[in-house]
């Protein structure tokens, strides 16, 4: 067992589970970082809730999505830490929902960085309403996304908006 720091609450972590899970924390814990030597682990620029939140659900593997909000945190988690299942468990949740306008290309660039995400972007797509803003969203993207996730994602727009 381990423990992260999150600024003033410290959070016990299986090491074992997590190195298996996440390349993210395989190196964390099996690097040479300073941080090993005491087994206390800073995570920055999170809040101690909400990582408080994410760890219970990852070590118990109950995800339970009570907003959009807290879905899109645990894709954000999901990336940064580099749980690249997790999308698996957040879509079925968020597929029911709209998507707010002001979300929409973070969770498209975020969606991108999955694998078996077809689905995945034709959600975020679809969220655009019409054709004209779908392709005005990817152009907006366009820099951010790699060149094989904006060919998934024309494809997906043609698809979706095909009559």
């Not at 219970?56 to 909000?69: A, L, Q, V």
């Not at 999955?114 to 972007?121: H, L, M, S």
């Amino acid at each position: 067992s381990e423990t992260f720091v999150v600024g003033a609450s410290t959070i016990p972590v299986s090491k074992e589970l997590l190195t298996l899970s996440s390349p993210y924390f395989e190196r964390l814990f099996n690097a040479n970082f300073r941080e090993k030597e005491n087994d206390v682990f800073e995570i920055e620029e999170v809040s101690t809730d909400d990582f408080r939140w994410f760890m219970d659900s990852f070590h118990t593997g109950i995800w339970e999505f009570s907003s959009m909000e807290r879905a899109l945190l645990a894709l954000s988690y999901a990336d940064r830490f580099e749980l690249f299942y997790l999308h698996l468990q957040v879509f079925p949740y968020i597929k029911n929902y709209r998507l707010p306008a002001e979300k929409l290309r973070e969770t498209l660039i975020l969606c991108t960085k999955f694998k078996d995400n077809f689905e995945f972007i034709a959600w975020v797509l679809h969220q655009c309403m019409t054709e004209h803003k779908a392709i005005s969203l990817l152009q907006e993207c366009a820099l951010e996304m790699p060149t094989s996730m904006m060919q998934t994602a024309l494809k997906v727009k043609k698809y979706s908006f095909t009559k």
